[in-house]
Structures are given as structure tokens and as C-alpha cells.
């Protein structure tokens, strides 16, 4: 057994004890295991282990090693989790079965002109980013603006924006940003919310997260 299914191992099972003393259901959260920067050699025995859903930040990294890994396993799910440029949409709708980094409205006119191109052979779901921290050098949308860009989205842009996501500050308690999220995706009728990471995904569970992204605790530090 490789070190990265031993960690899976560990890390489903942290995530199911989590999710038992949130009382949460059984199944009720999806492991998105962050494959970013790793190649397919590291990601393809996780993979044989069972894990479908994947994490990338980058659209020239999925594209260098999804489409052959998914001729193996065709039911693998890749989630894009890292800011998409604009001009990258065309590859993302070609890539990737969930968008979770959908902040702004140049980026949702762009998705819907190249999913009507793709004569809807291709439509991914999406997440929106919020901002809870605020922080200048992320993305997302402000949180007092997240519900008029979710209705954007649905009504003039005509996305499947199924849930939410959202990456805390570093150095502040992430309860209050995952309790925020969780606000906004229950006002909006969103039934999915993206949120903790390998340090905090069990605060995150016991806060409603349904996806946590976890990468270092599976794949170890990246290089």
C-alpha cells in the first residue's frame, strides 16, 4: 500500500468521525482530495483505492494528466478549486465536472457563451466563491454581495450553481467564515457547501460542510 491510500485511509476515517459526532449522516460529506501539482503516477493509486473526486487549481495541470487518467477511470469527478482566468474558460467547461471558484460576472458571461458553443455537450455545476475573510488578494465575491451574484448567475447568465465555497483567512478562526458560508448557502437554496481544507476540515464538517478539499494529508507536502 502506498504512503497516499495509507492516508486516505486516515483521512476518510477522521472525516466519518467527524461527520458521527456532528451527527451528521452517513456519506453526507465528499472528500475532494487536492491533486494539484501532483502527477498522474502519484494521483493513479488513489485512484485504485477508490477515491473519485478530485481537486486542481490550474487548468494546464488538469489538462496534462485528466483526460488520460480518466480513460481508466472515466467516473473520476474533477473539480477546479483554484481562480480561473476568463480567457481559460473554454478548456474549464472541456475539463472539468464542477467550478468552484465562480466570482465575478465577466467569468459567468464567458462560462455561458462557451457552454452554448459547446451545444451543451458540456455543462459543469458551480460553485460561487465567497470572500468571508474580505482579503484584497483572494478571490470571491463579498459576502453582502453573494446572493444578488447567485440570482445573476441562475437567471441572466444560466448556470447550475449548486452550492458555495470558501477559504478562510490563514491566521484567523475559521468557525465564523464556515458558519457565514453555511448562512448564505441556506438562504439561497444551495444544498452544496465546499469548505475546509487538511487543518480544519473537521471544524468544517461539524459547521455543514458537505465537500471538504483536502490535498496534503492524502498526497504530503508538495514540492
Given at each position: 500500500?502506498?504512503?497516499?491510500?495509507?492516508?486516505?485511509?486516515?483521512?476518510?476515517?477522521?472525516?466519518?468521525?467527524?461527520?458521527?459526532?456532528?451527527?451528521?449522516?452517513?456519506?453526507?460529506?465528499?472528500?475532494?482530495?487536492?491533486?494539484?501539482?501532483?502527477?498522474?503516477?502519484?494521483?493513479?493509486?488513489?485512484?485504485?483505492?477508490?477515491?473519485?473526486?478530485?481537486?486542481?487549481?490550474?487548468?494546464?495541470?488538469?489538462?496534462?494528466?485528466?483526460?488520460e487518467l480518466r480513460q481508466r477511470y472515466p467516473d473520476a469527478q474533477v473539480h477546479m478549486i483554484g481562480p480561473l482566468q476568463s480567457n481559460k474558460a473554454?478548456?474549464?467547461?472541456?475539463?472539468?465536472?464542477?467550478?468552484?471558484?465562480?466570482?465575478?460576472?465577466?467569468?459567468?458571461?464567458?462560462?455561458?457563451?462557451?457552454?452554448?458553443?459547446?451545444?451543451?455537450?458540456?455543462?459543469?455545476?458551480?460553485?460561487?466563491?465567497?470572500?468571508?475573510?474580505?482579503?484584497?488578494?483572494?478571490?470571491?465575491?463579498?459576502?453582502?454581495?453573494?446572493?444578488?451574484?447567485?440570482?445573476?448567475?441562475?437567471?441572466?447568465?444560466?448556470?447550475?450553481?449548486?452550492?458555495?465555497?470558501?477559504?478562510?483567512?490563514?491566521?484567523?478562526?475559521?468557525?465564523?467564515?464556515?458558519?457565514?458560508?453555511?448562512?448564505?448557502?441556506?438562504?439561497?437554496?444551495?444544498?452544496?457547501?465546499?469548505?475546509?481544507?487538511?487543518?480544519?476540515?473537521?471544524?468544517?464538517?461539524?459547521?455543514?460542510?458537505?465537500?471538504?478539499?483536502?490535498?496534503?494529508?492524502?498526497?504530503?507536502?508538495?514540492?
Amino acid at each position: 500500500m502506498s504512503d497516499a491510500v495509507s492516508r486516505l485511509a486516515d483521512v476518510k476515517a477522521a472525516i466519518a468521525a467527524a461527520a458521527t459526532d456532528a451527527k451528521r449522516p452517513e456519506g453526507s460529506v465528499t472528500l475532494v482530495a487536492v491533486s494539484k501539482t501532483f502527477p498522474a503516477e502519484a494521483i493513479e493509486p488513489v485512484l485504485a483505492a477508490g477515491q473519485r473526486v478530485f481537486g486542481e487549481n490550474y487548468v494546464q495541470d488538469a489538462k496534462s494528466k485528466w483526460p488520460e487518467l480518466r480513460q481508466r477511470y472515466p467516473d473520476a469527478q474533477v473539480h477546479m478549486i483554484g481562480p480561473l482566468q476568463s480567457n481559460k474558460a473554454k478548456e474549464a467547461i472541456a475539463l472539468f465536472d464542477v467550478i468552484e471558484t465562480l466570482d465575478r460576472s465577466s467569468l459567468a458571461r464567458e462560462l455561458q457563451k462557451e457552454i452554448q458553443k459547446a451545444g451543451g455537450t458540456r455543462r459543469p455545476r458551480f460553485l460561487v466563491q465567497v470572500n468571508t475573510g474580505a482579503e484584497p488578494q483572494k478571490g470571491g465575491v463579498l459576502p453582502e454581495e453573494a446572493d444578488a451574484f447567485i440570482r445573476a448567475c441562475r437567471e441572466t447568465y444560466g448556470l447550475e450553481v449548486e452550492g458555495v465555497m470558501c477559504i478562510p483567512p490563514a491566521d484567523e478562526p475559521p468557525a465564523p467564515h464556515f458558519a457565514l458560508l453555511t448562512t448564505i448557502a441556506r438562504r439561497n437554496g444551495l444544498k452544496t457547501v465546499s469548505m475546509g481544507m487538511s487543518a480544519d476540515f473537521p471544524t468544517a464538517i461539524a459547521m455543514g460542510a458537505t465537500h471538504v478539499r483536502v490535498g496534503s494529508a492524502i498526497f504530503g507536502a508538495r514540492g
